[in-house]
């Protein structure tokens, strides 16, 4: 007969309650393993998902995932030309914050080299790829957005053509993919009188400048459009994706771009490597701290109520004692009440969990490692929780039977 | 006495028991002693706190005397404080309880309570079964058999109590008290499942008791006053 079921059955209630309570501290350990699974997966998916070998960043940086990379809008072409380099595109990105329907609405804007890049690489849930160079744009569901939805930004207007899912800034915001030219349009819109002020600006300079007095053509040059002015740059990229040829030696690709001066070369794997280090480790440590809190909360608790489960039981254990029960059979009694308490808990906070947390604002991967892992620690510390009602129980006297 | 220690059930050899100390200090039993042949049914009378409860527990391993020897079944067991044997396990295997308050495990049903103490002690889950139930019929508890001790009247809880004393068929059987909850009729048809277990299995009873109406049915009657024990003869 298992007295660990019957003496369940008898306090049902309780014990059902105290397992839901149990469960539901579980599900909150289980939730921030697979919110940190979530953090680097969306952080990482952009970098494993495009598909570069070799990125080429501004000098010293870590590269757009990390900090502010700039480097000149031709560098694709001289990365072209590489030997062992098959294509090379530009990558364009920033996170732009405009309102919506009176919300905030974060997005991070990733740019595609068209015509190279039609974003086919990028999984649909719905839609097509970009179709034309200009104004159309793929956005990911979290922001909320349909097919054939329009969205001002700067002095265009785009139309979301396709729609994705899981494409996700390191920050959290969802990814829209445009054009670069049109990403750099977005990036560098200037109002007419930002316009306006800075030829004004170019102007009164060049009047203070000698060679523009002796020579006034120079200065109707300084009021025209900044395109046409070849002493100012083109608008600056974030990063050169470069994608070897087949065969091509890696080693070498990095070597002769190294060379160059104004930039650094990473492998995509050193790019997700630096951003896991980077952005992500702290999220990483903190999550995990709390973690072992809540694991440590959660077998105090469980010790707790396993111990006054055993005090509620004293009379039957000092009864049991006294017709002859050896101590395996009460050290059974509390540890299978442990086990059962555990077990319980474990599957009410996957279950809880596997309808709760697609319903969180970012996504929270459960992994089968880790539901291992969980599984383990929960065997570890109802083991653990149980020694002190088993301390108790050993220490009971027959004779307690009598009063 | 004599000689012939094989035929005793149980020997009790001068117990003593002493509760606390110094001021609070109680002599419960003063160089207590009994000796119950096998088969033998006696009886302990004795006004309220004699000490009847203190020699019982001792001879029935739970409450260790201060000194004094018992031996059961020929088997020395407790040498003052100091057990020979695992009495745990002996206990389960020769001694049967019944106690002045009911004794049952609350989150049991009535057959499982009996069944436990069977089940304890090796016996397989269905022929545990069958015997408590046997026994629950015996005492006419049958019909209660699924119910938890909480739903059962004292009389009852006493009857399950006595089911589980003797499913063991133990050589020992000790009771304090086992009719105190029930009606003279029923008290006495206990008394007299007493003296069948102990003439068929040759156990050794003791029962303290109360009710002078039953007495009939013991072979021996002890009486206790403050501590001493002594052979009661009319
Ligand atoms: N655990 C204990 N600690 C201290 N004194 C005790 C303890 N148990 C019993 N006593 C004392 O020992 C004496 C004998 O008690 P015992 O319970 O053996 O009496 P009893 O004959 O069974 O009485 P009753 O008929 O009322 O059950 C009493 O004076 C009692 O107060
Ligand atoms: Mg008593």
Do not use: C
Request: net charge neutral.
């Amino acid at each position: 007969m298992n007295l660990a079921t019957k003496d369940i059955r008898h306090n049902f209630g309780r014990f059902a309650l105290t397992a839901v309570g149990i469960g539901m501290l579980l599900m909150v350990v289980m939730g921030m393993g697979g919110i940190y699974r979530g953090v680097v997966e969306d952080a990482t998916l952009l970098i494993d998902r495009v598909g570069a070998d070799l990125w080429i960043v501004q000098r010293d940086t870590r590269g757009p995932f990390a900090e502010l990379s700039r480097v000149p809008a031709n560098l694709v072409y001289r990365a072209a030309a590489v030997p062992g380099v098959q294509s090379s595109r530009e990558f364009v990105y920033h996170t732009i914050q405009r309102q919506r329907d009176g919300q905030p609405l974060r997005i991070a804007v990733l740019g595609l080299s068209w015509p190279t890049d039609k974003g086919e690489w990028v999984p649909l849930m719905t839609g097509r790829p970009l179709g034309q160079s200009h104004y159309e744009m793929i956005t990911d569901k979290t922001l909320g957005m349909s097919i054939g939805e329009q969205l001002n930004l700067g002095k265009e207007t785009y139309t979301v053509v396709g729609t994705t899912s899981n494409m996700i800034s390191s920050g959290g915001d969802g990814i829209a993919f445009v054009t670069v030219t049109d990403a750099q349009a977005i990036q560098f819109d200037t109002p007419g009188e930002a316009v306006r002020l800075e030829r004004a600006a170019r102007e009164s300079r060049g009047e203070a400048f000698e060679q523009a007095i002796q020579q006034p053509m120079m200065l109707e040059n300084a009021g025209r459009p900044t395109v046409q002015i070849p002493a100012i740059a083109r608008p600056q990229i974030s990063a050169v994706m470069v994608t070897l040829s087949h065969g091509a030696n890696p080693n070498e690709v990095t070597k002769t771009i190294s060379g160059w001066g104004d930039v650094s070369v990473y492998t995509a794997e050193g790019q997700r490597e630096l951003l896991l280090k980077g952005s992500v480790e702290k999220v990483r440590k903190q999550i995990g701290l709390f973690r072992v809190l809540l694991t440590i909360i959660a077998a105090i608790i469980m010790a707790l109520i396993l111990y006054t489960l055993t005090l509620d039981k004293i009379h039957s254990i000092a009864l049991l004692k006294l017709i002859g029960a050896p101590n395996t059979v009460i050290l059974g009694l509390i540890m299978q009440q442990a086990l059962i308490l555990g077990i319980v808990g474990f599957g009410i906070a996957y279950l809880v969990g596997q309808q709760l947390f697609p319903k969180f604002p970012r996504r929270v991967i459960i992994a089968n490692a880790d539901l291992l892992e969980l599984a383990g620690i929960v065997l570890a510390i109802s083991v653990l929780s149980s020694m002190l009602g088993i301390w108790k129980a050993m220490k009971v006297s027959p004779n307690e039977a009598l009063s | 006495m004599t000689s012939d220690s094989k035929a005793y059930a149980i020997e009790a050899d001068g117990l003593t028991k002493i509760y606390g100390s110094g001021n609070t200090e109680v002599v419960a039993m003063r160089d207590a002693s009994m000796n119950v042949k096998q088969g033998e049914v006696v009886a302990l009378l004795g006004p309220s706190g004699s000490g009847k409860s203190t020699f019982l527990t001792a001879v029935g391993l739970i409450n260790p005397p201060t000194s004094g020897r018992i031996t059961i079944g020929g088997k020395l067991v407790l040498d003052g404080e100091t057990a020979q044997t695992n009495l745990r396990s002996f206990r389960r295997e020769h001694i049967g309880f019944i106690f002045q308050k009911s004794n049952l495990i609350p989150f049991l049903s009535a057959v499982e309570n009996v069944q436990i103490a069977m089940e304890l002690n090796g016996e397989s889950k269905r022929s545990a079964r069958s015997r408590a139930i046997e026994l629950m019929d015996y005492l006419g508890v049958a019909d209660r058999a699924d119910n938890l001790p909480s739903m059962l009247s004292g009389g009852q809880q006493q009857r399950i109590a006595v089911a589980r004393a003797i499913a063991n068929r133990p050589s020992v059987i000790l009771a304090d008290e086992p009719t105190a909850a029930l009606d003279g009729h029923r008290g006495r048809q206990v008394m007299e499942l007493f003296a069948k277990v102990a003439h068929e299995q040759g156990a050794g009873v003791i029962v303290v008791t109360h009710d002078h109406r039953a007495l009939d049915v013991f072979d021996t009657i002890y009486e206790m006053e403050d501590g001493l024990m002594h052979e009661h003869n009319d």
